[in-house]
């Protein structure tokens, strides 16, 4: 033990440091101030900000012994991972705005990290976690700029794949680590615990309409009801198959937990563009009914075949959904 601790100080406050250092220096040669429409632009920054932070903080924290991990590591990861991102802006020269608009863009890319870091959750140390920070940041926006270049995707839509990248981001790194015992206390949660996830669950949940609708320029109401409406289908769902699906009938928060949030997910792509509200509606119901059959079937069939560990159900809290809002988001564009 005092070992490992005496590499914990060498390795991870100098990487810390190292990384800080860096990011300064680049600002004082590529930032310039640009002004910012705060009026527009902020009070949805706001709730982007706080829904990444305390929503995903105490999301992550249903693991006994992972709970301060959860929410601490969770604050590292996204200041770091946004002050990174706003660089490769700038470097890279990704669509030009002002620069509150480019940190609600690189609140919204972490987002991408956070999830990918449920996959992890207790198999990652924090050095791991911080690269795995950097290397995902610089991929995303790869693939952003593939988007934005070769398919001609707008900027808006390219960014909201990211809890659909992150999930399975991820999924590819949670598989070359050793899945804990069943019986290791790394696997297991309180009533603490579960009632603190359920809390950043609460959270996500309140802010997701923000999220879908801080990056749109025309038609943000219509993003945020047609959000609205899908998150609120979906929980009204998630409730319903929890207790159709358990023999006892009883709600499981492991199902609404995950489910609640489906809807919001599934019309991240098109909430803006969906003319009629009852669409999201039918969406966020799809969504609800895939992530909580999904956790069966694939923690069940396809995770143990594939050896895949996924700590928080990242897969079909955040993946499913995103496939089924990307599958929808090309039929409405094709109709």
Known sequence: MPS???NFRISVPWLVLFLEAVFIILFYYFFSGE???LSRTYPAFQDVNQMVIFGFGFFLAFLKR??????GFNLLIIVLGVQCSVLIDLVFGLPKTDVLDRIAKATVSVTAV????????????????ILMTVVEIIVFHMSRWINNTFLQVPDNISLMHAPLFGAYFGLAVSSWFSEPSPRSEKNASTPKSDLLSMLGTLFLWVFWPSFNSVLVVTDKERAIYNTYFALAVSAVTAFALSALTTKDGRFRMTHIRSAVLAGGIAVGYTAHSIKYPWIAMILGQLASVITILGSYCLQRCLNPAFKIHDTSG???TFGLPGVLGAFAHVVLFVV
Do not use: D, E, M
Not at 66 to 71: A, D, L, N
Not at 114 to 129: C, E, H, R
């Open 4 to 6: 490992n601790y005496r």
């Open 35 to 37: 002004s910012s429409q």
């Open 66 to 71: 992972y709970g301060f991990s959860s929410t």
């Open 114 to 129: 956070v999830i990918s870091a449920g996959a992890v959750l207790g198999k990652t140390n924090p050095l791991q976690l």
């Open 314 to 316: 990242v897969h079909f």
